[in-house]
């Protein structure tokens, strides 16, 4: 070693090579595997399919019910609307009388058509108090 110069030697393994060591990542396996838990969620949307398909058949009984009992008060509603219509029909040949008593030649309650076929009321019968320009008590 002349003038203070390091010795030129390369550090080498030793003789036979360094020993092994793992160095691939080891860890505790957790939780479930793949299949398990595609059959966790098939059970669990297989559950509620079945919810679906019962509340679907609930809502049809439902809807059959409610179809029938619309047919079975069907007649008692068109005669409520009958009803209605005969003594709102009676009220109007009333007032008629009383406002036509001076027109001579007119009978009150017979149509102004000339045809024997019955027409109905076209004129709605809406309740003064609501009448467009009605007084408010």
Not at 52 to 77: F, G, V
Request: proline residues 7%; aromatic residues 10%.
């Amino acid at each position: 070693m002349e003038n203070g110069a390091i010795p030129s030697g390369q550090d080498m393994p030793p003789s036979g090579g360094f020993k092994s060591f793992r160095y691939e990542r080891r860890l505790p396996k957790r939780g479930p595997n793949g299949l398990t838990l595609f059959a966790i969620c098939g059970g669990i949307m297989a559950y509620g399919w079945h919810r679906i398909y019962l509340a679907l058949d609930e809502r049809r009984e439902l809807d059959r019910e409610k179809m029938w009992s619309r047919i079975y008060l069907t007649p008692a509603l068109i005669a409520e609307t009958d009803r209605d219509e005969y003594r709102r029909r009676h009220a109007a040949v009333e007032r008629e009388r009383v406002i036509m008593k001076d027109v001579p030649g007119w009978v009150p309650g017979q149509s102004v058509y000339n045809g024997k076929r019955y027409a109905p009321d076209t004129i709605a019968n809406i309740p003064l108090h609501q009448q467009a320009g009605a007084k408010k008590e």
